[in-house]
């Protein structure tokens, strides 16, 4: 947690591996992650970690299920098997009924389940969620925030989240303030 600007997006960007740090390293587990080469790197993403981010990131043509379906495809999984885990993360989300839609079709907190389940669809050990409520009004964060739960319990992953709304960083089992981009 931590005011705008203090360097939060900047430590979760690193830490899912889409910036390398320009100094020092960081580890997941017994792995340091921040010595990977390119080719590592895209490979954790896509297998170890999954990603939420405040303005959902969805690809505007494609459907539901294909928005959580492509990165399933580019990881190396089958049309049909991609297609599948799609339609399972996008129903575990509540969104069975909207397989078909395209982003313009569905409201605010829609597009954030469907990027959810996106992060969902790989199994992954972490996800990182940048401001996953930044966007939506406050039944909407409480919605999201309530899925993330269940669906931690249920599944088991970590969910490493960036936030500077304090009632949302509450719900956190841990809480770190970040501040000039220093833990506080």
Known sequence: MGPSGSGKSTLMHILSGIDKPEEGSFFVGDEEVSAYSEAKITEYR?????????????????SSVENVSLPLYLAGKGKKEAHMLAEESLSLVGLSQRFAHKPYE????EQQRVAIARSIANRPEIIFADEPTGNLDTENSNRIMELLIHLQKERGFTIVMVTHNTEIGAMGDIQLKIKDG???
């Open 182 to 184: 220093r833990l506080a």
């Open 46 to 62: 896509r297998t170890k970690i999954g990603i939420i981010f405040q303005f959902f990131n969805l690809m505007p043509y494609l």
């Open 106 to 109: 569905l409201s605010g907190g």
